[in-house]
């Protein structure tokens, strides 16, 4: 059984950075791409970043050159660098994990920008 686990949310004032972290432990093979989603109130889900099995990441426009996705293969740990918070960077972050066998989900940490 696979589990993500997220921490590092929290209350930050806009131009404020937070890192949040990702550990990932159980039967983990196959993987395709590890990555950040978030979910603000009233809106879909969304990708945040992801980095895939070889290294490569992709970003999405809206967090692109403040948010810097990252991976520790040995730790199974995956990270998200937010710098130059933004009030509307305000959701629930959630750790994703894509493999061959199957699609994981955390639980998610709250990331609340507000002055």
């Known amino acids: 059984q696979v589990q993500l686990v997220e921490s590092g949310g929290g209350l930050v004032q806009p131009g404020g950075s937070l890192r949040l972290s990702c550990a990932a432990s159980g039967s983990i093979f196959g993987v395709l791409t590890m990555g950040w989603y978030r979910q603000a109130p009233g809106m879909q889900r969304e990708l945040v970043a992801l980095i895939t099995s070889s290294g490569t990441t992709n970003t999405a426009d809206s967090v692109k050159g403040r948010f810097t996705v990252s991976r520790d293969i040995k730790k199974n740990m995956l990270y998200l660098q937010m710098n130059s918070l933004k009030p509307e960077d305000t959701a629930v972050y959630y750790c994703?994990?894509?493999?061959?066998?199957?699609?994981?989900w955390g639980q998610g940490t709250r990331v609340t920008v507000s002055s």
């Open positions: 994703n994990l894509d493999t061959l066998v199957g699609h994981y």
